[in-house]
């Protein structure tokens, strides 16, 4: 799970914001947002389950979620090419001309274990990496090295350094030096490259690899991917349509069937160069699946096109529902728990069906974790389904257009905010800032 993230540079964020998973005294839904997480020495820690980021438009929510897929990807998929520059969204409103760089530091926990992993980066590459464990869990500030690879611009050397237990012999050294690029991170490479015998290095990139999933946008096709995964039976077909009957789509069951060539795909076909190239497009077209819906009326079974003849509210939510059934579940307790990232979780989803979303990842998710913009405001209004230290607000400073995150809990005193108080209203009325600023 994660404990918290923080990163600055990118984006509107211009200085640190920080989105942390520690959970406050608040007792109010305590069992279905809290989980105790038992660390090291019989320490352990309560953490919350969802953040929900509210903001104005460019106020810069989206670009937290980018953050986190940015730090995802710069360990899990590194570039191979020393002369690819790093793809991030740098801070544009900079008063030098100094190459523009970012930090991005999260804490987060496997297997009991609690991990530092911090990087700056610019954009011809990294400047400095660092992996860290806590010797004092949970509230300690004690972190071990185990290693760190650092250099003062872009045009100097790198320096290693390494914790007690954590050197790497000579042999292993020549290979990291042969393989490591000035923009790929060591964590990538001493696991995707080497197979690094390090049970802590290889730990904290299993984190990565198989708990932080990837971010979830408005314009992310979830049908085509949770498709492939029925088919290759990595989810249950049986949880998804119970997902889909529970928000009100009576689905009977899904027909997985190979994928009807449409006129594109002939014209295709038929402008191959060769018979060669036609027979490898077959190859490729004859593995692409679609889902039929099947729905029973009256003891007659109707079928229709998941993709042509259902509402984009269906295509969303039974995209949604595959994400549900890939995370951990109440049953799989020795299975990672993961991460789950959505951008503008409202998208083509009636209110009843974004609040019971919720709900079932609430009840059937186990330990897993979710980061949600939206401007679904009309959730402040239900105080019965979310807690205050899970309401998350970006404002964005109209003269120099960066931006700040804090936490509804932090400044609801500030605002005049009591326990009788309605935080839709308040929010509304702009009295907890992250609104538009509209102007006659």
């Not at 979620?65 to 409103?93: G, R, Y």
Request: hydrophobic letters at 35%; charged letters at 25%; one cysteine or more.
């Amino acid at each position: 799970m994660i404990i918290d993230f923080t990163f600055s540079g990118l984006g509107p964020f211009k200085e640190p914001a920080t989105l942390t998973f520690e959970a406050t005294k608040n007792e109010h839904l305590n069992e279905a947002y809290v989980r105790d997480i038992t660390l090291e020495k019989n320490k352990t820690i309560r953490l919350l389950r969802i953040a929900m980021l509210y903001g104005a438009n460019a106020s810069g929510k989206t670009t937290v979620l980018q953050a986190l897929s940015l730090l995802d990807n710069l360990v899990t998929n590194p570039l191979l090419d020393s002369e690819d520059e790093l793809k991030a969204n740098f801070f544009a409103f900079r008063s030098t001309q100094e190459e523009p760089s970012a930090e991005l530091t999260i804490q987060f926990i496997r297997n009991g274990k609690v991990y530092r992993y911090q990087l700056v980066i610019a954009k011809s590459g990294i400047l400095c990496e660092t992996l860290e464990n806590q010797t004092t869990p949970p509230k300690g500030t004690k972190f071990a090295l185990i290693y760190q690879r650092c250099r003062g611009d872009t045009r100097s050397q790198f320096q290693t350094s390494y914790g007690s237990g954590h050197k790497l012999n000579s042999a292993e050294e020549e290979k990291l030096t042969a393989e490591l690029l000035p923009n790929s991170t060591m964590l990538a490479v001493l696991n995707r490259k080497m197979n690094i015998q390090n049970p802590m290095i290889k730990e904290a990139y299993l984190w990565f690899k198989e708990q932080l999933m990837g971010e979830v946008t408005p314009q992310t096709i979830l049908t085509t991917w949770v498709t492939k995964q029925l088919t290759s039976r990595n989810i249950s077909q049986d949880k998804i349509i119970e997902s889909l009957n529970q928000a009100g789509i009576p689905v009977a069951s899904l027909n997985v069937v190979d994928r009807q060539l449409q006129a594109k795909d002939l014209k295709v076909l038929n402008d191959a160069p060769t018979d060669e190239v036609r027979n490898q497009l077959l190859d490729f077209f004859s593995k692409e699946k679609e889902v039929h819906t099947v729905y029973k009326i009256n003891g007659s079974e109707f079928q229709l096109n998941l993709k042509n003849q259902e509402s984009l509210g269906t295509q969303r939510y039974y995209g949604l529902a595959g994400l549900l059934s890939a995370l951990c579940s109440t049953q799989l307790n020795s299975t990672p728990c993961k991460i789950l990232a959505i951008d503008e979780i409202e998208h083509s989803l009636h209110p009843d069906l974004i609040e019971h979303f919720l709900v079932t990842f609430l009840k059937d998710s186990n330990n897993s974790q979710l980061i949600a913009t939206t401007h679904y405001r009309e959730l402040l209004n239900n105080s019965l389904l979310f807690r205050e230290d899970v309401i998350w607000f970006i404002d964005k400073n109209g003269e120099d257009m960066s931006s700040d995150l804090y936490c509804l809990e932090d400044v609801k005193s500030d605002a005049g905010l009591r326990a009788t108080s309605n935080v839709y209203n308040f929010y509304k009325h702009g009295r907890l800032g992250a609104v538009p600023q509209l102007k006659a």
